[in-house]
């Protein structure tokens, strides 16, 4: 069974580079099939996908946050990563990273079926 | 920008009674070359990451109680909780995806009451 793990720092501060990693297990993450994703969630703006990685390297952004996200993806790892430039507090939350599939049969499923766990992440002033 | 919508923000039913929810689109839902809507709900429990229970609008994941459907079309869809359990108290988002974006509701609190 597919399992995903994210790790990073806890607390980063203000107008630094948050940087997470999303370890998969249970599977490889290099297929076509599958589009890997980071969402987050925080008290105030409920959970907010940031962007979408695919194992050849295509990225998709939120238009929030494209001017100071990039995601990238390492095959011989299975994992991939998150960059987030110069946060504020306003990037306090749990960040998420997640899987969504292109079923052979079906098409695309345009959801999050396997998610990690979560890793807190504090901006400190 | 795509707003997505849940009402009620949070509702309380009887243990075996049914509770819906609701979720409303900005803009028409994708869906794809098989008319599957990119339209899925989730649970989420204190201290856990959301739970995928319907995707494509009204497919159940595995593994989850019939109890549980989904339905909708266009710019609005429905979660049903039929005969609602003590295990169900819980919040429950809806997401969509268009346009490769994917946007989520506000969130939808369960309580028995």
């Known amino acids: 069974q597919l399992q995903m793990q994210e790790s990073g720092p806890g607390l980063v501060k203000a107008s630094e580079t948050l940087s997470l990693t999303c370890t998969v297990a249970?599977?490889?993450?290099?297929?076509?099939?599958?589009?890997w994703g980071w969402i987050r969630q925080s008290p105030g703006k409920g959970l907010e996908w940031i962007g979408t990685?695919?194992?050849?390297?295509?990225?998709y952004y939120n238009p929030s946050l494209r001017s100071r996200v990039t995601l990238s993806v390492d095959t011989s790892k299975n994992r991939f990563s998150l960059t987030l430039n110069s946060v504020t507090a306003a990037d306090t939350a749990v960040y998420f990273c997640?899987?969504?599939?292109?079923?052979?049969?079906?098409?695309?499923?345009?959801?999050?079926?396997?998610w990690g766990r979560g890793t807190m992440v504090t901006v400190s002033s | 920008d795509i707003v997505v919508t849940q009402s009620p923000d949070s509702l309380a039913v009887s243990l075996g009674e049914r509770a819906t929810i609701n979720c409303k689109s900005s803009?028409?839902?994708?869906?794809?070359?098989?008319?599957?809507?990119?339209l899925g709900w989730f649970q989420q429990k204190p201290g856990q990451p959301p739970k995928r229970l319907i995707y494509?609008?009204?497919t159940r994941e595995s593994g989850v109680p019939d109890r549980f459907s989904g339905s909708g079309s266009g710019t609005d869809f429905t979660l049903t909780i039929s005969n609602v359990q003590a295990e169900d108290v819980a919040v429950y988002f809806c997401?969509?995806?268009?346009?490769?974006?994917?946007?989520f509701g506000q969130g939808t609190r369960l309580e028995i009451k």
């Open positions: 997640a899987r969504e599939v292109d079923d052979v049969a079906w098409g695309r499923q345009g959801t999050f079926d396997v």
């Open positions: 249970g599977g490889s993450i290099n297929s076509i099939r599958y589009f």
């Open positions: 990685v695919l194992y050849t390297g295509v990225t």
């Open positions: 803009q028409p839902v994708l869906y794809g070359s098989t008319n599957k809507y990119y």
């Open positions: 494509w609008a009204s």
């Open positions: 997401q969509q995806y268009r346009g490769t974006l994917y946007t």
